[in-house]
């Protein structure tokens, strides 16, 4: 099934557009190390394949999508040790989807989601600040599931919710699965796993990804990687920012 990508539309045809029933997907990443094999986009090619896949789910909810160009800048501090990593303020990125959400209101449109990419913790607070502002502005529903917490964590693969998973098995099975090009299959296949949980180094103080034991930019399994568990992934990011928009719009389904 073709998505609806906002940007390609002329104004005509955006002012034509059912906007009260349309959920406009915004993708979120990071510019950020990922490893010595996957590029420092990866975060923005898992956004837009969970933007993607969750406007076919909204679909089968009776919800049109129109997705958004990524937004690949944010706040990234864990990875700002490693060339190539660009890390924003998270003031300036809670701003931006404030702002976003003001003029999708000002469009009559009929909720903003957030397909999310990129889990580093200052980020997800700059999310969560956006999300809040809007709520107690009286903006249109900005809904961002954060998928490292329940309910939606448990229906993530066993390295996700080990904590030991940036650049390792779950990120490179997606890139595998989305952009394989884009993967050094040489030097991904030779890696060694580190199993340090990302998760429990931060719930330990830790604030880079030397500090929790990634000297290279990669926790978890990344020679274990394939395309089919990408894709199976992908399906799983769609249905639940699918859901989380489903819910939001629907309360009595959430209740």
Not at 50 to 75: D, N, Q, V
Not at 95 to 115: C, M
């Amino acid at each position: 099934m073709a998505v609806l990508e906002l940007a390609d539309l002329t104004w005509e045809e955006a002012r034509d557009l059912d906007r009260a029933r349309t959920v406009v997907v915004l993708p979120v990443g990071a510019v950020e190390a990922h490893g010595p094999h996957l590029p420092l986009g990866t975060d923005v090619l898992i956004a837009q394949a969970m933007a993607h896949a969750g406007a076919r789910r909204m679909a089968s909810y009776g919800l049109k999508a129109a997705i958004l160009p990524p937004l690949p800048f944010t706040a990234a501090p864990f990875g700002a040790g490693f060339a190539g990593t660009l890390s924003f303020a998270a003031s300036t990125v809670t701003t931006l989807l404030l702002d976003l959400a003001r003029e999708l209101t000002r469009h009559r449109f009929a909720a903003l989601a957030v397909a999310n990419g990129h889990l580093d913790p200052t980020h997800l607070g700059a999310l969560a600040a956006a999300v809040t502002l809007a709520r107690e502005e009286g903006l249109l529903p900005a809904i961002c599931p954060d998928v490292t917490k329940k309910p939606w964590a448990h229906r993530l693969t066993a390295e996700f919710k080990s904590g030991a998973c940036h650049a390792g098995r779950y990120e490179a099975s997606i890139v595998l699965a989305v952009r394989p090009d884009l993967v050094r299959e040489e030097v991904r296949k030779a890696l060694p796993p580190n199993p340090a949980s990302l998760s429990s180094a931060i719930r330990d103080g830790a604030r880079t990804f030397e500090d929790a034991g990634g000297e290279r930019a990669y926790f978890g399994w990344p020679a274990d990687a394939t395309a089919a568990e990408g894709r199976a992934t992908v399906e799983a990011l769609g249905d639940i920012l699918a859901e989380a928009v489903r819910d939001a719009l629907t309360p009595e389904r959430a209740a």
